[in-house]
């Protein structure tokens, strides 16, 4: 089945700085790559997503990119803020799949002020 | 919309006894999926049912189980419990079957002792 690989497992930047979590998938069938950001107390919440067909997609000051060869995906997040912090996961599936999310085992991400 | 929602939120039991937990999708999501997660391997795939129909189950002994109603919501249960599900048991909705975008509720925190 698919091996999701995660990291760092935690990451602190100062406030106002960029942060990039990296992830590599092993099957090279996976076409979905979500990423959650994780707070304390609640469940998952959907910040970005990109398909197979895609290199790089951008929301505001958030922006994932997936190199299919390599297979591996990356977030970036620039001018981190204090709200930033948080546990991040990424994610792979293949769409229609017999599996469902595998997860990576998540990037704690601390905001320095 | 509404997000999805799960109860109990937390929940303690003792060992041998049986749990059952519910999720309600967001309105008009026709797709559910439960994970289970832990400090030790994450966040791991369930099963995931379509239709009041399970389509995919992850690597979970046969004590854990689950069904959807004709609304769509769903429930899953645990039989025999041990200390190891102490877990949060997190619920996902989508609107299709093809495992399109999945939206977290906040989970229901089951401690076993």
């Known amino acids: 089945g698919e091996n999701v690989e995660q990291h760092p497992s935690t990451l602190s930047v100062q406030e106002g700085d960029s942060a990039v979590i990296k992830c590599t998938y092993s099957d090279s069938a996976s076409n979905y790559f979500p990423w959650y950001k994780q707070e304390l107390g609640k469940g998952p919440q959907l910040i970005i997503d990109i398909r197979s067909n895609v290199g790089e997609k951008k929301d505001q000051r958030i922006a994932v990119t997936l190199n299919k060869t390599a297979k591996h995906f990356s977030l970036h997040i620039t001018e981190t803020q204090p709200e930033d912090s948080a546990v991040y996961f990424c994610?792979?599936?293949?769409?229609?799949?017999?599996?469902?999310?595998?997860f990576g085992k998540g990037t704690h991400l601390i905001i320095q002020p | 919309k509404a997000g999805v929602t799960q109860t109990p939120r937390y929940l303690i039991k003792t060992r041998g006894q049986q749990v059952t937990l519910s999720c309600s999708p967001i309105s008009g999501h026709r797709s559910v999926s439960w994970y289970q997660q832990t400090p030790g391997q994450g966040l791991q795939f369930l099963f995931e049912y379509f239709s009041e129909t399970q389509r995919n189950k992850g690597n979970f002994p046969g004590r854990f189980s689950g069904r959807q109603f004709s609304n769509s919501r769903s429930e899953m249960n645990v039989s025999t419990l041990e200390l190891g599900d102490s877990a949060l048991y997190l619920c996902?909705?989508?609107?299709?079957?093809?495992?399109?975008?999945?939206?977290f509720g906040p989970g229901t925190r089951l401690l076993v002792l």
């Open positions: 996902a909705s989508s609107f299709g079957q093809d495992q399109e975008t999945q939206y």
């Open positions: 994610a792979a599936s293949i769409q229609g799949g017999a599996d469902g999310l595998t």
